[in-house]
């Protein structure tokens, strides 16, 4: 055996706290190391054919790499040994630079640390065995989960590349929070204008398959044979004999709050999400319907002439096998009730930027008027508040909503162009306006008399007056000094929040979520459409604030990726899969419960033993199904479990090393 | 040996998915920690055996940290299950023998938890320079 050690530079982020020379010269002594130098950049062309020419020359046949972290290149290295025509699980690499010489000082200490770790690495290599992957078919349909713009993008993609597509929706109709928009920044497109072709293109498109009214109950499997039960709950219309006349939602006696204009109109019990819904076909909300709640009524099915009203139907579970998983479940707005400045939830007058938006909009509760929601009136004067909930730890995420001071300079345009009279204040703390023409668009909305006034608010409350109007106490920094502005209208820029059960679809579906909730991406710079877990991509809101461009973008992204994946047709699975040692396992089985994958099995073998044939048990491992977590490996007790490329020997031995 | 000039030995087993990218982005945003630890990486959490724990000790480890994702969060679902109640049963095993437990620390440490992974290795060096150095558990045979 001949073992190289390399060890990186990286330009100066290891070598100005690591003695890179001096780790490389005490790795030369160690038994079994035929060569050991130090290189500038070894990910860098020029650094990776130092390897390779020292491989050739020195007949090395194991490579160890003191460079970043191996979640960095890793993989870099490993196709430079195939290149080699060697096994790429015979290198091995040292984590200085994430491990070490980035949160470290004093360069003594570092460059301990470093022989230190740069030793393991060695002492882990000597053991190492070669590992192979091997080849998976791919289930060639996906499944979009989030049926709103992000979602929809990612499933025509997918389709017109000729793959079949499940898009489900939880809600009755597709079409998201895009839906509930009025325009769109910075063109001033109608929303509804641009959204609806894309919608029907979805629903009338041969590759696509739309579950409205549906959600995830549970997923297993793995990258290209994902298994997935869907919960397609009971809507107790038959759609396929419904032609949507819609008379059942004339007929039908009960009104509650409508969740679509935000609570500002209302719906029926049976109704259709929105009136250009996809697909347009009314459900019952079995919550508040007369008949699921006394049994009596019943009109709509009398009424109805092609029988389509269905009170027996049930929810139905069905299995479906899918290669790819792309999640687009989008967000939530807050309803900043905790922040009690605001006065939100205390005065009729004090509303979110999506109430506006649907009072803005001309199929909305007041047919595209701004009316005060406490009297009816036209406001003379209109408060726009950014950051409500936003961009401070104290009251809530520290982070940018990124897309409200945009919707409310278009907010302040489409007002001014309704009624110019009205004056528009904005309170803000800065104007993140970085896209394309959004520069543009907001100087716009400040030319067209939008007053922006720079500072944070620190109350509202009533002013007490016969119109009750508003009163907001805020502090203009650019003046220096507490204002006060009398508004007849309060509009908050709230919080974009991760869907309240994000969490559970992200433990169904084994992906990680950062703090505040948002699905976190395998690689916040390269990999901003995958998670952790092959196969599985993310698209829009859910993974962080985004505007609609972004997410649409990011949609065509994940789609491409999906597309790539079936074009092959085929996946590796992976290659540190457990091992089994069959003359040590005692086949106790215990392996078997620990094993999430269901990988393992178990298999009679004959043995000889003092002249007798014997029947015994042994595990198996079924290696397309293992995906190398070691659970098994941690409690055999016979130690007859192993992983490859982290065996018994491997961490002993780098234990061992320390 | 006086407590200031003590450097503890720590032998921590991170799990790629959580743990290990924790210290990574610690190493991203430069965030600065003592030079105790040694990190050795492991698909898991649950493929750390006690085996490997008793070794590190008698190989004149000070402390040993096992580190992975938070329950419910675990990449491979269970695996950290799996390790919880395998080291609270080292832990009380370890107190039965003799040795201590408070040497052995495992914590939940998230791949966004830069923070926190800095944190808990200054807190952990921190107590183990007062414990002092940890011989009971040596195996001079192992002595290098």
């Given at each position: 055996m001949k073992i190289g050690v390399f060890i990186c530079w990286c330009g100066s982020n290891i070598k100005n706290t690591v003695d890179v020379e001096g780790v490389a010269q005490s790795m030369r002594?160690?038994?079994?190391?035929?060569y050991a130098t130090d290189v500038?950049?070894?990910?860098?062309e020029v650094g990776q054919s130092e390897i390779g020419r020292a491989i050739d020359e020195y007949k090395l046949d194991r490579v160890v790499i003191g460079a970043c972290s191996p979640r960095m290149h890793e993989a870099t290295f490993q196709q430079l040994m195939v290149s080699k025509g060697?096994?790429?699980?015979?290198v091995e690499i040292a984590?200085?630079?994430?491990?070490?010489s980035w949160v470290h000082t004093d360069k003594e200490k570092a460059t301990v640390k470093a022989i230190d770790l740069v030793r393991k690495a060695v002492a882990k290599t000597r053991h190492a065995i070669p590992l192979f992957s091997e080849q998976l078919d791919v289930s060639k349909r996906a499944l979009v989960i989030g049926g709103g713009i992000a979602g929809i993008q990612a499933a025509i993609d997918i389709a017109d590349a000729g793959y079949p597509v499940d898009l489900l929706e939880?809600?009755?109709?597709?079409?998201?929070k895009m839906a509930q928009f009025d325009k769109t920044f910075?063109?001033?497109?109608?929303s509804a204008c641009i959204l609806t072709p894309k919608m029907v293109e979805a629903a009338m498109h041969k590759n696509i398959t739309l579950l409205t009214s549906s959600q995830v109950e549970g997923v297993s499997g793995y990258v290209g044979n994902f298994n997935v039960t869907i919960r397609r709950r009971?809507?107790?219309?038959r759609a396929e004999l419904?032609?949507?006349?819609g008379e059942c939602i004339t007929k039908c006696p009960k009104k509650v709050d409508n969740e679509f204009d935000q609570g500002q109109s209302k719906r029926k019990?049976?109704?259709?999400?929105?009136?250009?819904?996809?697909?347009?076909k009314p459900v019952i909300d079995r919550d508040n319907c007369i008949y699921f709640k006394t049994?009596?009524?019943?009109v709509c099915k009398r009424i109805c002439t092609t029988g389509?009203?269905?009170?027996e139907m049930q929810d139905e579970l069905v299995e479906r096998a899918y290669g790819a998983i792309i999640v687009a479940i989008g967000f939530d707005l807050n309803k900043?009730?905790?922040?009690g400045e605001y006065y939100y939830g205390q005065h009729?007058?004090?509303?979110?930027g999506l109430d506006l938006e649907r009072m803005l909009n001309a199929s909305g509760p007041t047919n595209g008027k701004v009316l005060r929601?406490?009297?009816?009136q036209k406001p003379k004067r209109i408060a726009f508040i950014q950051c409500v909930g936003s961009r401070d730890k104290h009251k809530g995420?520290?982070?940018?909503?990124?897309?409200c001071c945009l919707y409310t300079a278009k907010h302040s345009l489409l007002l001014s162009e309704k009624s110019p009279d009205v004056e528009s204040y904005i309170f803000y703390?800065?104007?993140?306006?970085?896209?394309?023409?959004y520069e543009e668009f907001y100087e716009r909305a400040r030319l067209q008399g939008a007053k922006y006034l720079r500072g944070q608010v620190s109350k509202v409350e009533p002013l007490g007056d016969k119109e009750n109007r508003l009163l907001v106490r805020g502090f203009d920094a650019s003046l220096s000094e507490q204002i006060e502005i009398e508004a007849d209208l309060v509009v908050l820029a709230t919080s974009i929040e991760p869907k309240v059960d994000a969490k559970q679809l992200g433990s169904m579906l084994g992906i990680s979520s950062d703090q505040y909730g948002f699905f976190t991406e395998?690689?916040?710079?390269?990999?901003?459409?995958?998670?952790?877990?092959?196969g599985i991509y993310l698209v829009g809101v859910c993974q962080g604030p985004k505007d609609i461009p972004e997410a649409v973008t990011q949609a065509s992204g994940a789609a491409a990726k999906a597309i790539i994946m079936f074009n092959k047709g085929q996946v590796k699975s992976v290659p540190t899969t457990a091992i089994v040692n069959r003359d040590l396992?005692?086949?106790?089985?215990?392996c078997k419960s620990a094993c999430p994958y269901e990988a393992i099995g178990s298999e009679q073998v004959a043995e000889r033993l003092a002249g007798q044939t014997r029947q015994r048990v042994v595990a198996t491992v079924n290696r397309v199904l293992?995906?190398?977590?070691g659970a098994c490996a941690g409690l055999c007790r016979s130690g007859a479990m192993d992983i490859g490329g982290f065996t018994h020997r491997q961490l002993l031995a780098e234990v061992d090393s320390l | 040996m006086t407590q200031d000039s003590f450097e503890p030995k720590i032998v921590a087993f991170c799990c790629n998915w959580c743990s290990y990218a924790g210290a990574d982005l610690a190493g991203t945003g430069r965030l600065k920690y003592p030079e105790n630890i040694r990190i050795i990486r492991v698909?898991?959490?649950?493929?750390?055996?006690a085996a490997l724990v008793l070794r590190a000790f008698q190989n004149g480890a000070d402390g040993v940290m096992i580190a992975g994702c938070h329950p419910g969060d675990c990449h491979y679902d269970t695996g950290n299950y799996h390790t919880r109640k395998r080291m609270v049963l080292l832990k009380s095993l370890l107190e039965f023998i003799g040795?201590?437990?408070?040497?052995l620390l495992v914590k939940w440490i998230s791949g966004n938890e830069a923070d926190r992974f800095q944190v808990t290795v200054e807190r952990f060096t921190k107590e183990l320079k007062q414990m002092g150095?940890?011989?009971?558990?040596?195996?001079l045979r192992c002595a290098k």
């Open positions: 002594g160690l038994p079994q190391v035929a500038q950049y070894l990910c860098s060697l096994n790429p699980f015979y984590n200085l630079r994430e491990h070490c939880r809600e009755s109709s597709i079409g998201g910075p063109t001033l497109d109608c009971a809507t107790s219309v419904c032609n949507g006349c019990a049976i109704y259709t999400l929105f009136p250009q819904a996809v697909p347009n049994g009596k009524c019943g389509a009203i269905d009170y900043p009730h905790h922040l009729p007058d004090v509303i979110t929601p406490s009297n009816g995420k520290p982070y940018c909503s990124k897309v703390i800065d104007v993140r306006a970085a896209g394309k023409n395998a690689h916040a710079k390269l990999k901003p459409f995958e998670t952790q877990t092959q396992c005692s086949g106790c089985m215990q293992c995906q190398g977590c | 698909p898991c959490s649950s493929r750390v055996d040795l201590s437990s408070d040497r150095a940890y011989e009971k558990a040596r195996d």
